[in-house]
């Protein structure tokens, strides 16, 4: 079946820009993590989502990041403007409800801010 | 969350067994040990998890000391499409005592193993 997908795969953002970033996760999976990857970092948590509720967003560096999923399904990503050090790969991923430590990782949006 | 140690890089010949250790000696009783893997320009990928036993899939083995502070991932006959970061991570899939972690995964730097012809 499908499996996590992300779009866009690249997007180069002058600085000072919002950028939005799309989650499709695989169906019927409640679960859904964000995490942005530094160069030659690991990923870092930014943000749960349950359904539509967003449980945890203490990971999120800012108040210029937000993070949407209204329908339970598609999930959104903004950042408003970006800096360069925004710059990084931002990688989605979605489980079961009950094995949330068993997630499932999109190919990632690669973020460039100028 | 608790913290896991990872050599920073190994090698392995192809065909043989890939031993990768971690330590988590502060690993706590409802945390499980997860493994992952990068291959460059993807996302993670799961390989294997546990609590206390041992444990095998079509992918690898998770060895888990007796008192849990450390674990071996075994690939049995590495590939050079192994060769990626590996990632030892400690986490409650159902969130910890206060349930404030929701079985988010703290990924510390890794081990990169590189498989050789």
């Known amino acids: 079946g499908a499996g996590v997908s992300q779009s866009p795969r690249y997007k180069v953002a002058k600085r000072g820009q919002d950028v939005a970033l799309r989650c499709d996760p695989i169906?019927?999976?409640?679960?859904l993590f964000w995490y942005q990857q530094a160069l030659g970092q690991g990923p870092e948590f930014l943000t749960y989502?349950?359904?539509?509720?967003?449980?945890?967003k203490s990971g999120l560096p800012s108040d210029r990041f937000f993070a949407e999923r209204p329908e339970g399904s598609v999930s959104t990503l903004k950042i408003q403007r970006t800096q360069q050090e925004d710059s990084a790969v931002y990688l989605c991923?979605?489980?079961?409800?009950?094995?949330?430590?068993?997630?499932?990782f999109g190919p990632g949006t690669r973020l460039t801010v100028l | 969350d608790a913290k896991t140690t990872q050599p920073t890089s190994m090698d392995c010949a192809e065909g043989r067994a890939a031993n990768l250790p971690c330590n988590h000696s502060?690993?706590?009783?409802?945390?499980?040990v997860y493994w992952y893997r990068q291959i460059h320009s993807q996302g993670p990928q799961y390989i294997i998890h546990?609590?206390?036993n041992n444990e095998t899939n079509e992918m690898a083995s998770l060895i888990i000391t007796e008192d849990r502070k450390s674990s071996t991932l075994i690939l049995p006959h590495a590939t050079l499409r192994d060769t990626a970061v590996y990632y030892c991570?400690?986490?409650?899939?159902?969130?910890?005592?206060?349930?404030?972690?929701?079985?988010?995964?703290?990924f510390g730097q890794g081990t990169i193993l590189t498989v050789h012809p």
């Open positions: 991923a979605s489980s079961l409800e009950e094995r949330r430590g068993e997630q499932f």
């Open positions: 169906s019927g999976h409640v679960s």
């Open positions: 989502f349950q359904n539509e509720a967003q449980l945890d």
């Open positions: 502060t690993i706590s009783g409802n945390e499980y």
């Open positions: 546990g609590l206390k």
């Open positions: 991570i400690v986490s409650s899939p159902r969130g910890n005592a206060g349930g404030t972690s929701y079985g988010k995964l703290t």
